[in-house]
């Protein structure tokens, strides 16, 4: 809110409600302030930089990769990396299938693991379009692939959530993992882009 | 909220349902329109695909928004449908598909 100077506006309903509701909560001992805060402050802190770990873990170790691809959840707590309540599906890319990633109902994203969705991601028309026409809508982020790649839309309509495991670009042979992680974005991890060489 | 963590805990846990699909399985995704918090999209239903894998067996969605159990839990699938059965008129390879995540009791065979 404090970056809102001079374009004050009412609260909406939902703020409104979300108010009350933490307020009733901090009132009767349930919660307090500094753990509310530090849960907002937590989930800040997560960013894209998770998910392109365990890209880059996979990409140097076959075996953590195929594991990742049995069960994502069990393969990033092995890395320390907790994904409560999560079911993580990693989906794939190779020469013949790009994946990408979307929630046509709401806005279901891998948070754990890429933070906070872009507001794209959340657009009406990202979440209307990408199940209708998604070679447009990669070709508008700037990837244009042949016919002969078919693309797989992974819809998040109910209780998993989606990862793309993008192709390691060549020329990145003998890279350390904190270089290869360095490549991959979040846009990479959703589907709409690929890693790219600096 | 109380009063919905009383009744999951007091109320008997149901079976849910065996899974009715396997994977490969042709099935269609039924083609009604009941009002509340639906997880099937509108794009697939009354639309045919395979059964990709099964994910697992959760609460169903439709009756835990209603603050109930959620009971019978549901066996959840992700289907997988060619784009040219969803819109006829679709522009891309014939081969580009999607994939959705979708509650056993949506699901016919076919």
Known sequence: ??????????????????????????????????????????????????????????????????????????A?????????????????NTPEVHNAIVCTLCSCYPRMLLGLPPDWYKSREYRSRMVREPRAVLAEFGLVLP???????????ADMRYMVLPMRPAGTEGWSEERLASIVTRDCMIGVAVPRLP | MASATIASATVRAQDAPAPRF??????RVRATYPLGHIRTPFYVRGRSGVIERLCGVFGNPEELAQMRS?????????????????????????????????????????
Not at chain 1, 47 to 70: I, Q, S
Not at chain 1, 80 to 88: Q, S, Y
Not at chain 2, 95 to 106: F, S
């Open chain 1, 1 to 74: 809110m404090s970056e809102d100077r001079g374009t004050y506006q009412p609260l909406t309903y939902f703020q409104l409600m979300e108010v009350s509701l933490r307020e009733l909560l901090v009132e009767k001992g349930i919660l307090s302030d500094a753990e509310v805060n530090a849960a907002v402050e937590d989930m800040r802190a997560r960013g894209p930089e998770r998910g392109a770990k365990v890209v880059a873990r996979a990409w140097t170790d076959p075996a953590f990769k195929a594991r990742l691809l049995a069960d994502g959840t069990r």
């Open chain 1, 76 to 92: 990033c707590e092995e890395m320390g990396l907790d994904v409560p309540a999560l079911r993580l599906v990693v989906v794939e």
């Open chain 1, 147 to 157: 016919d002969s790649v078919r693309i797989r839309v992974h819809d998040s309509t």
């Open chain 2, 22 to 27: 396997a994977v490969g399985d042709r099935v």
């Open chain 2, 70 to 110: 959620g009971e019978p839990r549901q066996p959840l699938y992700r289907v997988r449908f060619l784009q040219r059965d969803l819109w006829p008129d679709y522009a891309g390879s014939p081969d580009d598909v999607v994939e959705v995540e979708i509650y056993q009791h949506w699901l016919e065979p076919v």
